[in-house]
């Protein structure tokens, strides 16, 4: 990355940092670095290893791609898709369509297929 390349992934990066309302500390603790290296991601002064930044990605919930420039859209599209379907449920089935989510989830960590 160039130094405006860096300048931008740090930009997006707090963006969506702040957005999840994760400090720098919960976030490199997540992936598996420090509070200081995402403060020098965050400032444009070092560049991640495309790993970290993947890992980032996932974590905060936006398109990696977004994430280092190449992508004005923050979201998949399939997650759009999701989002909308949710939006448009009544109160008592979002809890449904929640607990469901969570169910499926707890399926995966049993091991059971069905989750990604």
Same mark, same amino acid.
């Given at each position: 990355m160039?130094?405006?390349e860096l300048k931008e992934f740090g930009l997006r990066l707090k963006q969506a940092r702040d957005a999840k309302q994760m400090s720098m500390e919960e976030l490199g603790m997540i992936i598996g670095s420090?509070?200081?290296?995402?403060?020098?991601?965050e400032h444009g002064l070092r560049e991640p290893k495309a &790993?970290?930044?993947?890992?980032?990605? *996932?974590? %905060?919930?936006?398109?990696?791609?977004?994430?280092?420039g190449e992508d004005q859209r923050v979201e998949s599209d399939d997650f759009l898709q999701m989002k909308d379907l949710y939006d448009n449920l009544s109160a &008592?089935?979002?809890?449904?369509?929640? *607990?469901? %989510?969570l169910y499926l989830?707890?399926?995966r960590k049993d091991g059971n297929s069905g989750w990604g």
């Open positions: 160039n130094e405006k420090s509070k200081g290296s995402i403060w020098k991601y &790993s970290i930044s993947i890992a980032i990605a *996932n974590t %905060l919930g936006v398109l990696w791609s977004w994430l280092i &008592s089935v979002k809890e449904e369509a929640l *607990n469901y %989510l989830k707890e399926r």
